[in-house]
């Protein structure tokens, strides 16, 4: 099911920008914390993964969601086209090796849901192929919360409108030029095509034990704010503890 208990009923839209931001502030403190005891507790880890269509905002997301993290205690991962050795792999290979181990955090920016979507919408392999990927994806889903990764999907949902705006502000500001790249003027001619590349994958991998959850992505602070929350509640929600002192640990 997607999303089964969004909105978040605990907690009620914020009035504007201004409170949202405010909001933020206090989550990414939390957020803080609630790493320290995960990283201390040592029995979970989380894993996010963002997607969504160029310039919908999965590399801001990670700055304004885990900027307050530990260093220390947390990976991001940015998948690409997949090199000449990870090619040569089945598909999860990479996406496996990038799994956190129990006390971390992990942040997929894109992921094994490439091997859906671009790869679908550009034929890169034959249907049947990318049609058997959901069940995998499922399996191996289901496998990582076995062993005490909890999984939390965003897709960052934008508007075509909202893109161009993005797209423009790239192309007219020279501190952005560097995030444009002219296959992303090649990827919009194929919006449907991804819409639809989505819906498939949230519908068929929106899973109780990995669930998707599509955030409206045209405001960036609501984005923010709305991924931080959920972030923050799974985690409230697992209650890592502080582990106590070993036994004999207490000075003679
Ligand atoms: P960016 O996130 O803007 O740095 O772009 C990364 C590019 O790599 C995007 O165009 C993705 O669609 C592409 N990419 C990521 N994973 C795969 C994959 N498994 N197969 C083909 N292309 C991929
Ligand atoms: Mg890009």
New binding site residues.
Partial sequence: MLTPDWPDPSSADPAGKEDGVRELKGLRRRLGHLQERLWADRRFALLVVLQGM?ASG?DGTVRHVFSGVNPQGIQVH?????SAEEAAHD?LWRVHQAVPARGWISVF??SHY??V???RVHG?VAEPVWRRRYEDINAFERGLTDSGVTILKFFLHISRREQHRRFERRLQDPRRHWKF?P?DLK?REHWDAYQEAYADALRECSTPWAPWTVVPADHKWYRNLLVARRVVATLEALDPKFPDLPAGSAPA
């Fill in positions: 160029d999965k940015s998948f690409k086209e997949p598909f920016n894109r490439e091997d979507l671009v790869v890169l790249s296959s990827e």
